[in-house]
């Protein structure tokens, strides 16, 4: 758990950085911070977690590995942050400090043992991106984003918190394992109490992660909110809303599987419908995004739908993929909008010919989103759909495989602007900043995609 | 003052139950049909309490205090929710000059 105190200190750190005026240090100690909280959470792999703080929270594997996603996505994505806030004002210590705030909500989120500290790791990381989503102050754009998402938020926080309030009222306790010996030992006569509020808690996560039909939000949030804050939103805030969702319905929720399994898998598949049939109509490339976000999380959601084992592996290796490709389209986006101004798909005719690296990277990037084999995401789609054919939702796989070929089709539409429009334009100035996290994460993808092995089992 | 306190012990939990559930859907009434931003805030909080009421409730029928600790972690959230969504209504309203949702419609498809 020292990470979670180490990347405390260090936002408070970074705000004082900011008072002294020591801009040049902000994204050096940012980094060498988060690389120190990440070597500590690995450090605890294995150690046999019994959960801490009197019972709130528990630091084992599944914890870990999803922590060190979360904090690689954010190096990856402070990385391309070089000379972004900048741009929007002088305040630059203010957002690093803001998303390490994020962050430890993140972790508090992916490794909570009791029932308080989900719903505090949730508004720590939602009140924090609210403010990131409303940065640009007198982009009206942004307004609306930052208004809708804290409406929206704070929305669903109250269908979360009247879950926990009933789940409290039937089971007389917030922690996981207490509500888990409740569920276990009332097999027949568990009070309807605690039915509304699994249900209730289903309507607000699926408001936190953007599963239909409670997705609404989304594209809009992440078309108005700056690029960068996208990128966070979309990869590291997704990955760590599944974690927690998946940790809840695992630990406490199991044993009604019979109960709730109907109602996710109704959600998935018209997430992954809505998901990908919206984004072919799309012209944005950001909304595209956007929108393959919310599908993306319906192809996460069959993890928990068939929730066994191997779920939290399955999900784990998805939102990784998922999250590096994910870094690799915006931070592509961020520099082909800040010579064109635009986020249109036309925006990015005949960028093969002058960005040859770009390109290919963005080309990997689509790839593995579409779930091409060779790239991870392949590994991730591949790993969902096993695990939902291990319980035998075959149609449901069906429906996910031609939501899949749907996705190749919108996914290939900026390859095909990139190789084979043409158009006048000049060459996209890059920095070394932006292709050490392009190449990397291209690297990182396709090396997961063709040596699965080490990624793929690891709990 | 005795009297008051057995006649609230003497009311029996469903009535706390219907109660909040009664107040929450007023709250997300309020949500979705309103049209101003402080309104539809007013309404978040009218949830939120009504959670409040209900948490507290509980942890009284069950004698465990911890539901009234969490009532406490739902205040100061709420505090905290309050400050930044009403930075966030006033940067919207020197923009604008209104606090009406409907004016929020540049982000569409």
């Known amino acids: ?459 | 003052m005795e009297n008051v306190t057995q006649a609230i012990q003497g009311v029996p939990l469903n009535h706390y139950i219907l109660l909040c559930t009664i107040i929450f859907s007023i709250g997300v009434i309020g949500v979705l049909i309103r049209r101003n931003a402080i309104v539809i805030f007013m309404s978040v909080e009218l949830m939120l309490n009504a959670v409040n009421l209900l948490l507290t409730a509980f942890s009284v029928h069950h004698n465990d205090p911890s539901g009234q600790v969490f009532v406490f972690f739902i205040m100061a959230l709420a505090a905290a929710e309050v400050a930044v969504g009403l930075a966030i209504i006033v940067m919207i309203f020197r923009n604008t000059n209104s606090t009406d949702v409907n004016i929020l419609n540049k982000l569409k498809w």
């Not at chain 1, 998303?99 to 992916?110: D, E, K, Q, T």
Request: charge should be neutral.
């Open chain 1, 1 to 459: 758990m020292n990470a979670l105190i180490t990347l405390s200190v260090l936002a408070i750190l970074v705000l004082y950085l900011g008072l002294y005026k020591a801009k040049n240090a902000l994204l050096p100690v940012t980094l060498i911070g988060l690389a120190a909280a990440l070597a500590l959470s690995i450090l605890e792999w294995n150690s046999g977690a019994a959960p801490i703080y009197s019972g709130m929270m528990l630091f084992d594997n599944f914890a870990v590995a999803f922590t060190s996603i979360c904090i690689i996505s954010t190096m990856l994505i402070l990385l391309i942050s070089k000379d972004y806030f900048e741009h929007i004002s002088e305040h630059v210590a203010e957002y690093y400090t803001i998303i390490l705030f994020a962050l430890i909500g993140i972790l508090v989120m992916v490794s909570f043992h009791n029932l308080s500290m989900l719903f505090i790791g949730i508004e720590i990381m939602s009140v924090s991106l609210y403010i990131l989503a409303g940065i640009r102050k007198h982009d009206f754009k942004s307004n609306e984003a930052a208004l809708k998402y804290f409406l929206m938020g704070a929305f669903s926080t109250g269908f979360l918190l009247l879950g926990i309030a009933f789940l409290y009222g039937a089971s007389g306790s917030f922690d996981l394992t207490a509500i888990k010996e409740y569920v276990i030992a009332n097999p027949t006569g568990i009070s309807p109490l605690f039915y509304s509020g699994v249900t209730l808690m289903i309507i607000g996560l699926s408001f936190k992660i953007g599963a239909a039909p409670f997705h609404f939000w989304t594209p809009d949030v992440y078309e108005g909110s700056p690029t960068l804050i996208t990128a966070f939103m979309s990869t590291v805030v997704k990955t760590a809303g599944f974690a927690a969702f998946l940790r809840l319905f695992m630990v406490c929720f199991a044993p009604l599987h019979d109960f709730w399994m109907p109602v996710l898998l109704v959600i998935s598949v018209l997430t992954l419908f809505i998901g990908n049939v919206t984004a072919l109509y799309q012209h944005s490339f950001k909304r595209m995004l956007a929108f393959s976000s919310i599908s993306h999380a319906g192809y996460m959601l069959f993890a928990i739908v068939a929730l066994g084992p191997l779920s939290g592996n399955s999900v784990f290796v998805y939102a990784s993929a998922y999250s590096i490709a994910s870094i690799i389209a915006f931070a592509v986006l961020i520099l082909v909008k800040r010579q064109t101004g635009s986020d249109n798909f036309e925006s990015f005719n005949g960028l093969a010919r002058k960005n040859p690296f770009i390109a290919f990277t963005l080309t990997v990037a689509m790839l593995s989103l579409a779930g091409i084999p060779l790239t991870a995401g392949f590994i991730g789609k591949f790993m969902m759909f096993s695990t939902a054919l291990s319980e035998y939702h075959i149609i449901m796989v069906v429906l996910a495989v031609v939501n899949a070929v749907i996705g190749i089709f919108y996914y290939l539409k900026v390859i095909v602007s990139m190789y084979f429009k043409s158009a006048e334009r000049n060459e996209v100035q890059s920095s070394p900043y932006f292709n050490f996290v392009l190449g990397f994460s291209a690297l990182l993808t396709i090396i997961v995609g063709v040596y699965p092995g080490f990624i793929s089992n690891l709990f």
